[in-house]
Every structure is written in C-alpha cells, then in structure tokens.
C-alpha cells in the first residue's frame, strides 16, 4: 500500500492538512470527504489511483489535522466551497480534477459550479448538493439551531484507547471496524485522560438554513465539467432516489451508476470505485495526462 505524504496548507489565519499519493507531476484529482470524516477516508481509493492521478485529500476545517474555526464563527457550506477554492489556488492548480463524498460531495457540485473553467471533471459519491429544504421543518429547524445552547460546543467523547473509539465509529456509521479504523485514527488525539475527537464540536450543531431545493438546482445548472455520480443500493435514506435523479436532471453532461453497498461505497469497495472512476476519464482529461 502507498503510504500517503503530509501536507499543511495555509490560507491566511486558517491552516488546513491534506493527504497525498502519486507523483506531483500527474494530474491532479482534489478528494473532498464527508461530515465529521477527513482525509483518511481516501485512505483505500487513492492509493489505487495514483498511477493515474495525483490525489490530494484535504481535512476540511473542524475536521481531521485542519484548523478549527476562530471562536464566535460558525460553519457554513458556501465556505467550505471558498476554502476548496483557495487550497486549489496555494496548491497552484489552476485546473483539476475533483472527487467528493456525501458533505464533500455537495462542496464539490457547488464548488465546480463556482468555477467551472477551473474544474476538468468532476466525481461525486453519495451526493450532488448539499442537503435541501423543502419548507416543511425550515422554522422548526431555525429556531432549534438558535436556541442550541453553548453548553453542545463541549468536547466531544473520551475513549480509553484507539479500539474503543473505531468500535463506537463503526457502530454509530454502520461500517465494519476495519474500514472506519484509517478515518478514526487520523480524527483522534491523546491527551492525559484518554483519546478525544479532533474535530470541532460545533459542527454538530444543528444548520439553522438549509438553501431550497429550487436553489439547489439552479446552482447544479451551473456545474459544465462531465460528472460522474455513484450512488450505494439500497438508496441511503436523506438521499432518495427520486430527490437525486431530479437533482441529476439539472446537469448537462452527468452519467449515474448504483453500486450495491453502503454510505461508503469508497470504504467498502476501492478496487470497484477506482474502476468506476478510471472508467469516466473524460477524452479531454485523457489527453492532458
């Protein structure tokens, strides 16, 4: 197995870290992971793609070995987009590839539809947007997330070792301990009393606005990179597939394929997700490798 390389990218007060596997000189494929994940969840996909690519997997802020947000500010998804934009520009990639699951699925739709001359193509598991509002919860949600005390910003659970921590993560994701240890190793750090999560309690606060579905789909009009969306079967249950075919019908150029399997369909199955992905090389990809 190819053993990743440590990268720290800076973007003014905020830091964040990143995974690498292949040579610097291949074309570039940014790996954006899902909530409460990091980088490691690429941790099986990119080592099998690194003979075609070079792949970077960044932490988000909050999450893995990324900085966490100043106190007082709050996450938001449009800035996550920012943040994979301005990790593009210090890493010099004017124009990539890009890869994202379920939360990091959604900031790489949104992303390739900020910038679509900057994205070559783009490839999505579990996700194609972020998660929508239909109008049904919106006040009841809004005032649940103002009223969230400070009190949920506390540190998250103490493990008395690694294994614990992988066996609370494997039951609380439904993976097999296997497949969450590479995730759950790089999200945990030690301390006097035991092992905590690295990332930032707040991102489990409740989202106070979630964009309409209307919203959703007039940003997804705007992704011109070919795209490719990988979705697990059974359907996962906050991505129904009617919601994701009618999300798919906004964008010109998209192919969509099931793979039996969970959430993580990267975790579960790399050698199956590495040949989805080699497989929809777009022609003009093809030639700049």
Known sequence: MIEPTEQRIALGPLTLAAQSWGDPAAS???AVHGWLDNAASFAKLAPLLATRFHVIALDLP???????LPAGTHYHFPD???????????LKLQRF???GHSLGAGVASLTAAAAPARIEQLYLIEGLGPLGDDGTQTLARFR?????????????RRFRDIDQAVSARAIASGLRAELARPIVERGLRQTDDGWHWRSDPRLTRPTAIRLAETQIHALL?????????????PSTPYLPDTM???RATCVPHIDIESMDGGHHLHLEHPQAVAAWMLQHIAPQASTLA
């Open 80 to 90: 996550y987009v920012r943040v994979v934009l301005a990790a593009a520009d210090v």
């Open 244 to 246: 994701m075919r009618g």
């Open 144 to 156: 649940k997330a103002l009223a969230a005390p400070a009190a949920s910003d506390k540190s998250l």
């Open 221 to 233: 009009a705007g992704i011109t990179a070919p795209t490719s969306l990988l979705l697990a079967r």
């Open 28 to 30: 570039p494929l940014l």
């Open 62 to 68: 909050g999450h893995g070995h990324a900085d966490h």
């Open 97 to 99: 590839a890009l890869l």
